[in-house]
């Protein structure tokens, strides 16, 4: 059965690859664990105006740090008592904009100002250390004093398009031939003709949604009134090639077991234009199943067109 709806159409980036050693090799710290802070591109869902998938697109320098090729420094600048074998140097991505960072294991005065983009005496200077050693769980400031994190964008996501951008572009005209089937009826302001010549082969009436018409394959099916194309494929179990006219906001018409299809959905159509070509499409033999619904439920075609 055909249901109502049926009848209606309706992606961080840029890497910042810096230099390769500074001329004074930094001490290590060696207890501890690496941290990790990681960003993703944010996508839209899928929304059904088909918008597409919109990306976070953050600033340049909000991308991790991509570290350059490492050279172990030599044994003697490892802190007393670790073994240069088991030293592993931290590169784990960092918040460009953050003021504060906290040392884990692996971590250097050097691939820190690396990581943040600043020199190693600023950072020196800014946490009052005489030298390269810092520890595990330390606090470092790798922003000067007085330095406000910028508030954080929100993401907004891309609004669907317009109906105007997003619509499909407005079908050719058909142009096909008028066919007279027979005399016109004019009932609910609407001006109805037979949708093919032939024998009325099954009446309206219990599992009948509409009446049936038999003839000869190819021989033309028209639009019984003047309307929109809002259906036209085979998608519909038991009904073939398919096509339905909404012909005003109550009233539609259905067309099926076509052979051929002449229509495309979204085409206006007259009364008595060729709309397909008769056909046995998911019936048993050549024939035209056709139907007259108001608002939705379906009525005697009879009662509208003059067989």
Not at 14 to 38: D, K, M, R, T
Not at 67 to 90: E, K, Q, R
Request: hydrophobic residues 30%; proline residues 8%.
């Amino acid at each position: 059965m055909l249901k109502k709806t049926a009848f209606y159409a309706g992606s961080a980036a840029l890497a910042l690859i810096l230099s390769a050693c500074a001329s004074q090799q930094p001490a290590p710290v060696v207890v501890g664990n690496s941290g990790n802070h990681s960003g993703s591109a944010n996508t839209a869902s899928n929304n059904p105006y088909g918008a597409a998938p919109y990306e976070n697109n953050a600033a340049n320098n909000d991308t991790p740090y991509t570290p350059p090729a490492y050279t172990p420094p030599a044994a003697s600048s490892y802190p007393s008592g670790s073994t240069g074998g088991s030293y592993t140097p931290s590169y784990a991505p960092v918040d460009i904009n953050a003021a504060t960072h906290t040392v884990v294991r692996g971590d250097t005065v050097y691939n820190i100002s690396k990581r943040y983009q600043i020199t190693q005496d600023n950072l020196r200077a800014w946490n009052g250390l005489a030298d390269n050693t810092i520890s595990v769980g330390q606090t470092l400031r790798v922003k000067p004093n007085g330095y406000s994190a910028p508030a954080a964008t929100a993401s907004v996501p891309t609004p669907p398009p317009t109906q105007s951008a997003s619509a499909k572009p407005a079908p050719a005209p058909l142009n096909t031939p008028t066919v007279s089937t027979g005399g016109t009826r004019t009932v609910s302001g609407i001006t109805w003709q037979r949708p093919t010549v032939g024998n009325v082969i099954g009446n309206f009436g219990g599992s009948n949604k509409g009446v049936d018409i038999g003839g000869t394959a190819g021989q033309p099916v028209v639009a019984a009134a003047d309307g929109k194309v809002v259906y036209a494929g085979s998608g519909l179990r038991g009904y073939g090639n398919l096509v339905i006219i909404q012909h005003n906001s109550s009233y539609l018409s259905a067309y099926g077991h076509n052979q051929r299809l002449l229509v495309n959905e979204g085409q206006q159509v007259k009364r008595g234009q060729t709309i397909a070509n008769m056909g046995n499409t998911d019936a048993s033999r050549t024939q035209l199943h056709f139907e007259v619904r108001q608002n939705g439920k379906p009525v005697n075609p009879a009662n509208y067109v003059a067989f």
